[in-house]
């Protein structure tokens, strides 16, 4: 059956993109394309020697989907896991790694959560106010250190435009769907400023296979930016972002294993904020800068017989240098000091007390090469040493190299190092029947990767492929039973022996097949194993993607096709009897996405979307429903430029 419904999706979306146009969503690895956090410094995509893709604001615009996770299922080697409908937790797994393995940053700011065992939940991070998406794959941690283990993703808000400008819109749709949003922005010669806010708000679906009870979403996020040039050498920029989230989910059922109706709730506030300044120096060679972020976390979860609270803070000071040595060869160094604060409250029983405050602080050093050997040749090399307050501390490197072969072909390589630091969960504990491992070490990974790019029919089209292999050393069990803990055995976590394994293709292509006319296409095949050989759970051997645009009526109409597969995968059921952990299998699925908007005035603009337009019905954590085919409506008013 698997191989039957890949097949056919593929199919469908073969023959369809014989018949209709489309509009390029991204770039992978190619020329023009600026990325921020493939170096210390922004560097053009082909030169990075990294895979890398940017999703631009008008693909953003053309999907409309609410939740930017549902948007990054089309990216090569990344996979979603959302544990039910719209503000369920959402994880994103990179090239088969662990969820805390990819580094977020929101606007320059580390936005992953040490109140979530370090992962960024991406329930709560709209599709809204984003002027582009950055992901790049592969070990960064020479770079951005813990968390960078298998990749980077960098969100860019909306920055200040020429003059006045800005929108308005309202959408309404099925489940009491109610998305309301403005923004608006600002610009002259030496400041920019942004300001946006958006509010979604629905009963949603129901997370269980019983019982009829929605379990709704609430979020409501505002953002804003600006950018000022003091001088002609110096600028300051800052962000400050707030989101208001809470959604209901339903709790395990003990008799069972499986979810069940439940007046369960969690309320989520995040704050984010950055200040920096640049200097530069003699005619421009030489570039200083300093920052201060903040992530700010609140998780307050309440289940009908228990309440538990976490919090994080993490502050990140940063100072960097810049000297271009010669033309095409540049030496950054840069230095990085993080306090990260972890906080939880609970109901202490005769089982335990989860109440904790916990710190750790760490050091960074960080230094970088870039250089245009040739004028076909370029390299990035880095190298990181972090001083740890609570382990050992670790150092990284990364190499990768970007050769143009031809006019229309390039060859690019990297071979790097990763870590991500134990959790405060997983070091400290945080429920009844666990006793967390203050004697943890990181774990770490090696990867390489070898990829061509190529472009054909008068660049048309692009066609990208990946190969990659990671091994990771001291992988983190979360879930391991102890027989020696407690009177009758404990769970704890370990760092487990011998290493986990992940290779895999990465192919993508986008195709210019008329003017107006696009289709981008991806498709990652991913082989992942743990240290005893079995497949890693809820990571699928295949997944694929197929985007078809179309700009018509002279630019005033677009109508969009999504389609993600997702192939079959393992996952874990934790039934009341023994074995008490089994070993279950997920079906495959295909979501269909359709969307269309028209340009009714200059200023004026209507649109429409059919989210899981075949009504599959599929799981992506076992037990917890994932929701049905919705339709949604709006309108959008434009303002200024």
């Known amino acids: 059956m698997n191989t039957f419904r890949f097949r056919h999706a593929a199919l469908v979306c073969a023959v369809t993109a014989g018949l209709q146009p489309g509009h390029s969503f991204s770039q992978d690895d190619t020329l023009e394309t600026v990325v921020v956090r493939a170096a210390r410094e922004p560097i053009d995509a082909a030169a990075s020697g990294s895979s890398v893709t940017v999703l631009e604001e008008d693909y953003l615009a053309q999907r409309?989907?609410?939740?930017?996770?549902?948007?990054?299922?089309?990216?090569?080697?990344?996979?979603?896991s959302r544990a039910g409908p719209l503000g369920a937790q959402s994880q994103l797994r990179m090239r088969g790694a662990e969820a805390n393995h990819t580094?977020?940053?929101?606007?320059?700011?580390?936005?992953?959560?040490?109140?979530?065992?370090?992962?960024?939940?991406?329930?709560?991070?709209?599709?809204?106010?984003?002027?582009?998406?950055?992901?790049?794959?592969?070990?960064?941690?020479?770079?951005?250190?813990?968390?960078?283990?298998?990749?980077?993703i960098n969100v860019r808000t909306r920055r200040g435009g020429d003059g006045l400008g800005g929108n308005l819109y309202a959408e309404g749709g099925e489940n009491s769907w109610q998305n309301l949003g403005a923004n608006a922005r600002y610009g002259n010669e030496r400041l920019r400023a942004a300001f946006g806010i958006a509010s979604v708000e629905t009963d949603g679906d129901n997370i269980s296979r019983s019982g009829g009870e929605d379990d709704g979403y609430e979020n409501t996020t505002a953002n804003g930016t600006f950018d000022w040039s003091a001088t002609e050498n110096l600028s300051l920029e800052g962000s400050l972002r707030y989101v208001d989230a809470s959604n209901d989910y339903d709790e395990v059922d003990f008799s069972t294993g499986l979810p069940a109706d439940s007046n369960s709730e969690t309320d989520t506030e995040q704050l984010y904020g950055r200040l920096g300044a640049t200097l530069s120096t003699l005619d421009g060679r030489w570039r200083h800068s300093a920052s201060i972020a903040l992530t700010d976390t609140d998780n307050d979860n309440r289940g009908e017989f228990s309440r538990t609270e976490t919090q994080g803070e993490v502050v990140v000071y940063t100072l960097q240098t810049s000297f271009d040595l010669a033309d095409g060869h540049t030496l950054t160094g840069a230095y990085e000091r993080w306090e990260e604060d972890f906080k939880q409250r609970g109901v202490a029983t005769d089982f335990g007390d989860p109440n904790r405050d916990e710190d750790i602080d760490t050091d960074s050093f960080i230094v970088e090469y870039r250089g245009q050997l040739t004028d076909t040749l370029s390299v990035l090399a880095s190298a990181r040493h972090d001083?740890?307050?609570?382990?050992?501390?670790?150092?990284?490197?990364?190499?990768?190299?970007?050769?143009?072969?031809?006019?229309?072909?390039t060859l690019r390589g990297a071979l790097g190092t990763g870590i991500k630091n134990p959790t405060f969960t997983e070091r400290f504990g945080f429920f009844t029947n666990f006793v967390g491992n203050p004697d943890l070490e990181p774990e770490e990974s090696t990867g390489w990767e070898f990829g061509v790019d190529q472009r054909l029919l008068d660049d048309r089209l692009q066609l990208s492929a990946t190969w990659f292999d990671e091994e990771l050393e001291d992988e983190i069990n979360g879930f391991f039973f102890d027989p020696n803990l407690g009177d009758f055995g404990d769970f704890t976590a370990i760092n487990e022996d011998g290493e986990s394994e992940r290779q895999g293709l990465e192919l993508s292509a986008s195709w210019l097949l008329l003017d107006g006319l696009t289709l981008n296409a991806a498709y990652t095949w991913l082989d992942s194993e743990d240290p005893d050989g079995e497949e890693e759970i809820r990571r699928a051997e295949h997944i694929a993607s197929a985007n078809l645009n179309w700009d018509f009526f002279a630019g005033r109409a677009?109508?969009?096709?999504?389609?993600?597969?997702?192939?079959?995968?393992?996952?874990?059921?934790?039934?009341?009897?023994?074995?008490?952990?089994?070993?279950?299998?997920l079906d495959d699925f295909t979501l269909v996405t359709l969307t269309g908007s028209y340009q009714l005035l200059n200023n004026l603009q209507l649109y429409a979307r059919i989210e899981n337009a075949t009504d599959e019905d599929y799981e992506e954590i076992f037990g917890f429903v994932a929701p049905g085919r919705t339709a949604i409506a709006g309108v959008r008013y434009s303002f200024g430029r």
Request: negative net charge; without cysteine.
């Open 64 to 80: 409309q989907t609410a939740a930017l996770a549902e948007i990054l299922r089309a990216v090569p080697g990344a996979a979603i």
């Open 558 to 585: 677009n109508l969009n096709l999504q389609v993600d597969y997702n192939g079959e995968q393992d996952d874990f059921f934790f039934p009341p009897t023994p074995p008490f952990q089994e070993r279950v299998e």
């Open 387 to 409: 001083d740890n307050s609570d382990f050992d501390d670790k150092t990284t490197g990364r190499v990768s190299a970007a050769w143009q072969v031809a006019d229309a072909t």
């Open 103 to 152: 580094l977020v940053f929101i606007d320059g700011i580390r936005a992953n959560d040490p109140a979530q065992n370090g992962e960024f939940n991406f329930a709560h991070l709209l599709n809204a106010d984003i002027e582009a998406v950055e992901i790049i794959r592969g070990p960064q941690s020479a770079l951005w250190g813990s968390d960078a283990l298998a990749g980077v």
